[in-house]
């Protein structure tokens, strides 16, 4: 693999000088991609709207959104295949906004892989060498290279429609890394794989971007999969990045109502500010009384505001049993009656009816076989969570 | 399957002999020894030597092949174009309107097309004969191959040539390494179509040929008109067999690229 990466190439890949120059942008501690106030129009409709972003090299950057909301313009606008209607696309430190596709260092795995289906796989993988110029032997070894690597022996002559779905997604993988891209883009690069394969899958890419130590820039509705491969991920909506930021930060502190609702599952309750006092806010709310959350850390706008709470962070008890640890002063204590179970193997997830009538969500994991605290419906139970694991938003 | 039932059957038959009896008929009278057209006189390969010892009717079979391969390349050529510009482009201005004038001569009475060509040809004072009726039959049939081609195009995803662009190809190259081999045989197939109808084709040929340049359709109808001699039955047998070997030929083209997992060539 060291031998196949420094082995220097004459056009297509990186020249000496190419390399150095990123080495030197590198330390300079340029980012390799720089979006900057980048807009895409379809009529009357803004697809990306002035969006900001920089990408370190060597990461493994998850743009995560619902459908429509512009992640894939946003990639198809790095591929070239889109032009922006304003703002710059700095690729090492250049404008590659006006540059066509095939001109430029990126290379993109689409989604349903767009495999030649005229050529054999190596043809397929050796395509865009041979449109690189690169002498035959090089591209010999350079295709033998890809195949080692990704594990496609004794297939290298079969079309693509004899090959099953995980090798489809491999040979598009090794098509589009063979030019050894700056930036490789994967438009849902899991989309079309089973459940099984596609837990595979992304272990290898998370291996080979590693490995390559390459820039991988992928695109995915699955906030699981952008959550288990990615460095840092960027929520989009509307066009708009909305959030970015590492998995955890993401999931534990969202920075709106609507990240904390579309990634994972949230209980959201809404309510007014009553009192602040020493890093806490009192919150009074109709559905949970008053609750007790840790002081946010962006400033509110008004004193409307929603508790966001992770359903795994409330915790259950059977009613009249007192509740493990929890605070002396009980804060953040309701009542209720358990309304559904839905048994998951490694969790259970628990619909707790209040006495207001709202609904909670509880997650408990299942750390014994045998749950003896297992609760039924219809039972009454104390539902807890403490003030540091409550988000304060604005609503 | 399931079982035919007798009406089916019954059905089928009375089709297929509406269709085919008189074809028959016409191939075994070719093969008639006698000179009257409706006397059965024992076999014969009689009318098939007169045949090849007639210098006219060769020479316009000659040109009705020349005239059929020339203006069949062409319409390929300009058909397949037209077809790539109207799914590929960018939605430009009339565009509909392009596409609706592109399939109007599908459905324009020839006796126009061949009326209105011949004015056009007259007003430009240009000699009618072999190459006047190529052109003819280039308009005619270009709209065929385009439409066939067409929706080849529409079904293929236009990712593969995204892939091609991406992987370094302009825009040129994509589509001869990428979109070209994958609709070669639809492109085919419309080649094929083209020929067929530039070779069956009397109206439009008797509107803008000229003297010299007789094609096969016109050179029959002619001799009919004079009464039926048995050669014309051995020519139109002819006709039949070489259409059917085209047939045979563009149904084996297209099963055999859907065999390399392409869908085959609509017709």
């Not at chain 1, 929890?326 to 179970?341: C, M, P, Q, Y």
């Amino acid at each position: 693999m060291d031998a196949m990466l420094h082995r220097e190439t004459t056009r297509g890949g990186m020249s000496d000088d190419a390399r150095q120059a990123s080495d030197t942008a590198a330390a300079a501690g340029i980012p390799l991609l720089q979006l900057d106030a980048l807009v895409k129009c379809f009529g009357r409709f803004t697809a990306v709207d002035r969006l900001v972003l920089d990408i370190k090299a060597g990461e493994f950057f998850a743009l995560l959104g619902p459908s429509g909301c512009g992640k894939t313009t946003l990639l198809r606008m790095l591929a070239g295949f889109e032009t922006p209607d304003a703002g710059r696309i700095l690729l090492d430190g250049q404008d590659i906004a006006g540059v066509p596709p095939h001109q430029r260092p990126v290379n993109m795995m689409f989604q349903n892989y767009a495999l030649f289906p005229h050529l054999s796989v190596q043809d397929n993988i050796a395509f865009g060498l041979k449109r690189a110029g690169l002498p035959r032997a090089e591209i010999e070894a350079r295709v033998a290279d890809m195949v080692a690597l990704l594990k496609l022996e004794d297939m290298e002559t079969r079309k693509p429609d004899q090959l099953s779905g995980g090798q489809r997604q491999r040979v598009a993988l090794a098509r589009a890394l063979a030019r050894r891209p700056r930036l490789l883009l994967l438009d849902e690069p899991l989309a079309a794989l089973d459940k099984k394969l596609r837990e595979n899958t992304q272990a290898e890419l998370m291996r080979l971007q590693r490995q390559l130590g390459m820039t991988f820039i992928v695109v995915t509705h699955d906030q699981e999969e952008a959550m288990m491969m990615a460095d840092r991920i960027g929520v989009m909506n509307a066009g708009h990045l909305v959030q970015v930021a590492t998995p955890r930060q993401l999931y534990e502190t969202p920075n709106s109502r609507w990240v904390a609702e579309f990634v994972g599952g949230v209980n959201i309750i809404d309510g007014r500010v009553e009192s602040r006092d020493a890093g806490r806010v009192t919150i009074a709310t109709p559905d949970a009384g008053r609750v007790t959350a840790a002081a946010p850390l962006q400033a509110l706008t008004t004193d409307q505001v929603c508790v966001a709470i992770r359903p795994e962070k409330v915790r259950l008890s059977a009613h009249g049993s007192a509740p493990d640890g929890g605070d002396a002063a009980e804060i953040n204590r309701l009542t209720g009656v358990v309304v559904g179970i839905s048994y998951l193997g490694g969790q259970t997830r628990y619909q707790v009816r209040l006495d207001s009538g709202a609904l909670l969500r509880a997650s408990v994991a299942n750390t014994a076989r045998l749950d003896l605290d297992a609760f039924d419906t219809t039972q009454r139970v104390v539902a807890w969570f403490d003030p540091g694991d409550c988000v304060v938003l604005d609503r | 399957m399931k079982q035919l039932s007798r009406f089916n059957i019954t059905a089928l038959a009375l089709g297929l002999a509406f269709l085919y009896v008189p074809i028959v008929v016409l191939v075994i009278y070719s093969f008639n020894a006698s000179r009257l057209v409706t006397v059965w006189g024992g076999w014969s390969l009689r009318w098939y030597v007169e045949l090849f010892n007639d210098a006219a009717m060769l020479s316009a079979a000659a040109m009705s092949l020349r005239v059929a391969a020339v203006s069949a390349t062409a319409a390929t050529i300009l058909g397949t174009l037209a077809a790539v510009a109207l799914t590929r482009g960018e939605s430009f201005r009339g565009r509909t309107l392009f596409s609706g004038m592109l399939y109007a001569p599908l459905v324009m009475p020839e006796v126009i097309t061949g009326l209105s060509l011949l004015l056009l040809f007259v007003a430009v004072n240009a000699e009618r004969g072999f190459w006047t009726v190529t052109i003819a039959h280039t308009t005619l049939t270009m709209c065929f191959v385009a439409v066939v081609v067409q929706s080849r195009l529409g079904s293929l995803d236009r990712s593969l040539e995204e892939a091609a662009m991406d992987l370094g190809c302009d825009p040129l190259r994509a589509f001869l390494k990428v979109t070209l081999p994958l609709i070669l045989p639809s492109v085919m197939a419309g080649w094929m179509l083209a020929f067929t109808l530039s070779m069956d084709d009397l109206v439009i040929a008797s509107f803008t040929t000229g003297p010299g340049s007789t094609t096969l359709p016109i050179r029959i109808y002619s001799e009919v008109r004079l009464g039926v001699k048995p050669e014309i039955n051995a020519i139109c047998t002819l006709i039949i067999g070489s259409i059917t070997l085209v047939i045979i030929a563009a149904s084996l083209v297209s099963k055999l690229s859907s065999r390399q997992g392409e869908s085959a060539a609509p017709l």
